[in-house]
């Protein structure tokens, strides 16, 4: 009896472990770069936005460069999630960054539409500028 216990255990372990190797690798990576003019730039956009589907898994791979100023906890930018129609943030998508790369998984919004991503980091007089697209597709 015990030696099932410690067999059933042991391959419960394994399939959770198959099980979460499987979702990482399916997982999509995003890059971005909060720079330091008070802009996010991605590799290969000139106009630069993110499109995911509704409750997809995503990493977040977030380099941070610092621009003029920065807030008392040292986070230099931010990168927060926002519903365009009434700018309410998305739970779990407040994301402040400190200098240089961090990753976040996040669950994409569970509801399509328009969004915006924002800096609310006060990091240099171009700060209100700092903003792009995110779009949630069914
Ligand atoms: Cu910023």
Known sequence: ????????????????????????AETRVIEVLADKDSSYRIAGQKNPGITVKVGEPVLLRI????????NRDGSIHSFTLLRAK??????????MLKPGTQEFQLTAPT????YVVLCTVICSDDHESMHMKFTVVP
């Open 1 to 24: 009896m015990a030696l099932f216990k410690r067999l059933f255990l042991a391959a419960t372990a394994i399939s959770l472990l198959l099980v979460s190797l499987l979702v990482k």
């Open 63 to 70: 380099t941070a460069k610092k621009a003029k100023t920065m």
């Open 86 to 95: 009434d700018r309410s943030r998305v739970e779990g998508w407040d994301l």
């Open 111 to 114: 509801e399509p539409g328009e």
